[in-house]
T-cell receptor
Framework: KQEVTQIPAALSVPEGENLVLNCSFT??????LQWFRQDPGKGLTSLLL?????REQTSGRLNASLDKSSGRSTLYIAASQPGDSATYLC????????????FGTGTRLTVIP | EPEVTQTPSHQVTQMGQEVILRCVPI?????FYWYRQILGQKVEFLVS????????KSEIFDDQFSVERPDGSNFTLKIRSTKLEDSAMYFC??????????FGSGTQLSVL
């Protein structure tokens, strides 16, 4: 069964700093990987989707990379802002089956003004 | 931007009672899902629904759970006889095809 791990569980950085969040998964037979943002008591917002054939995706200050063979993905946030404070989740879709996702436990990010 | 809408936002029920959680997926989406998140734990897949039938379900989705798309817009999750361990945030999600999954804001279910 696919296991998704995120390190660190929590991260606190000063505003303006660049940071990297890590995600690892045990089964490299994935269809795609998504990074989500979750604010307290709210739903999940998809930030970036990387297909298995892709190496990275960028959206504004966010850049996600995927190394499928080593079972790793990173989310890079440039010039962090207090509004980036949230929990970031990565989720993988297995190659087989319907579009069900396996989620990591998330990294809780706090950006200090 | 279109949204997945869930109601109610909070539901409190007594153990053994039936609950129905409601969702309105994005109108041109074809695949619908229920996920749940127990406090402090991972988001877990429950069930996927396509073409008016269940396409996949997890071990969590036992006989106490059912899903229905009673009309062209609503998608519901029913728990027949709630248990304490069913307390969680339940998320509905939808997707058109192999794109980003859109989630609703969730229903916080508390079973007393």
């Amino acid at each position: 069964k696919q296991e998704v791990t995120q390190i660190p569980a929590a991260l606190s950085v000063p505003e303006g700093e660049n940071l990297v969040l890590n995600c690892s998964f045990t089964d490299s037979a994935i269809y795609n990987l998504q990074w989500f943002r979750q604010d307290p008591g709210k739903g999940l917002t998809s930030l970036l989707l990387i297909q298995s054939s892709q190496r990275e995706q960028t959206s504004g200050r966010l850049n996600a990379s995927l190394d499928k063979s080593s079972g790793r993905s990173t989310l890079y946030i440039a010039a962090s802002q207090p509004g980036d404070s949230a929990t970031y989740l990565c989720a993988v879709r297995p190659w087989t089956g319907a579009n069900n996702l396996f989620f990591g436990t998330g990294t809780r990010l706090t950006v200090i003004p | 931007e279109p949204e997945v809408t869930q109601t109610p936002s909070h539901q409190v029920t007594q153990m053994g009672q039936e609950v129905i959680l409601r969702c309105v997926p994005i109108s041109n989406h074809l695949y619908f899902y229920w996920y749940r998140q127990i406090l402090g734990q991972k988001v877990e897949f429950l069930v996927s629904f396509y073409n008016n039938e269940i396409s996949e379900k997890s071990e969590i989705f036992d006989d106490q759970f059912s899903v229905e798309r009673p009309d062209g817009s609503n998608f519901t999750l029913k728990i027949r006889s709630t248990k304490l361990e069913d307390s969680a945030m339940y998320f509905c999600a939808s997707i058109r095809d192999n794109e980003k999954l859109f989630f609703g804001s969730g229903t916080q279910l508390s079973v007393l």
